[in-house]
């Protein structure tokens, strides 16, 4: 934990100076308070075979180091926790009961019910896979998935491609092709990759898969990240950003 501190302090600093040079529309405030985490992106009782076999050959490539698994952490201390968030100075801020019940949106449900996923990233490659089953709560048609909770995962999935490679982002425009409904419970593989790099946008390719890849079930193409932060993360970063998730 002490090593993660270091990283929030470094990280602090450095969009500091991005800060004082002028993108002046943000603003942030951290926290270094103790955390306690609890990994959701390792396997439990939900979890189909699928999911688990995926899961388990993702893990194994990670040996190599070529992969790693991204962490995604819940804080469980009941004081606030002012870790990282970020709004905007014309935007009408959050009032503090409100930010106090703030969660990520993807990890809000209970387990099994909504979004199961784990995610690996491959730095050499800039890309990222996320595995995917989309609980019953997740339903659009019936008995299959609703596009807008596949939009949520594609663009979670696109959101820490870019955050990887290139640092904090907000989404500016996203264009899916759905072509194939998934069906409630199956397993997808969402794979998103960074194409190009033009000033502060980043433009980053994605396709969500069937598990035996014969199925293509949507696709983004040429979805718009631009970033906020321009900071080149390490993977300790990385996992302290998943960890500050509430
Ligand atoms: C967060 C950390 C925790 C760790 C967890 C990580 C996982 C998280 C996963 C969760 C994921 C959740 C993700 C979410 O849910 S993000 C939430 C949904 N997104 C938003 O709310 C974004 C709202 N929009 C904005 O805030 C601003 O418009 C932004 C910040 C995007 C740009 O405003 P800003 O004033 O800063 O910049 P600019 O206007 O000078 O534009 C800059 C450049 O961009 C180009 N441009 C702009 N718009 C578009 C467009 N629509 N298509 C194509 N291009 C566009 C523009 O032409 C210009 O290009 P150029 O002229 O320079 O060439």
């Known amino acids: 934990m002490d090593g993660c501190l270091h990283c929030v302090f470094t990280w602090q600093k450095a969009c500091s100076i991005f800060h004082t040079q002028g993108w002046k529309h943000l603003r942030r405030s951290f926290s270094t308070e103790k955390v306690i985490h609890k990994d959701h992106s390792l396997p439990n009782p939900s979890w189909s075979k699928d999911l688990r076999l995926l899961f388990d050959q993702f893990m194994k490539k990670c040996e190599d180091g070529s992969w790693k698994h991204l962490p995604s952490s819940e804080c469980k201390v009941p004081q606030r926790i002012h870790s990282f968030k970020t709004y905007f100075l014309d935007s009408k801020p959050v009032k503090e009961d409100q930010l106090s019940q703030a969660r990520p949106f993807t990890r809000s449900y209970e387990v099994g019910q909504g979004f199961e996923y784990a995610m690996f990233y491959n730095e050499d ?109 390490t993977f300790l970063h990385l996992i302290l950003l998943f960890s500050l998730q509430r």
């Not at 709560?137 to 290139?166: K, R």
């Not at 899916?176 to 433009?203: A, T």
């Open 125 to 233: 490659e800039k890309r990222t896979v996320c595995l995917f089953q989309g609980g019953p709560y997740l339903e659009g048609p019936p008995g299959f998935l609703h596009g807008g909770a596949l939009a949520t995962m594609i663009d979670t999935t696109l959101g820490v491609c870019t955050i990887s490679c290139m640092g904090l982002f907000m989404t500016a425009n996203l264009n899916i092709n759905f072509k194939s409904p998934i069906p409630l419970c199956s397993v997808v593989v969402i794979s998103s990759q960074l194409d190009k790099v033009e000033g502060r946008k980043v433009f980053v390719s994605c396709n969500v898969r069937s598990v035996d890849e014969k199925t293509l079930h949507s696709d983004a193409t040429d979805p718009v990240l631009v970033i906020l932060y321009p900071y080149r993360m």
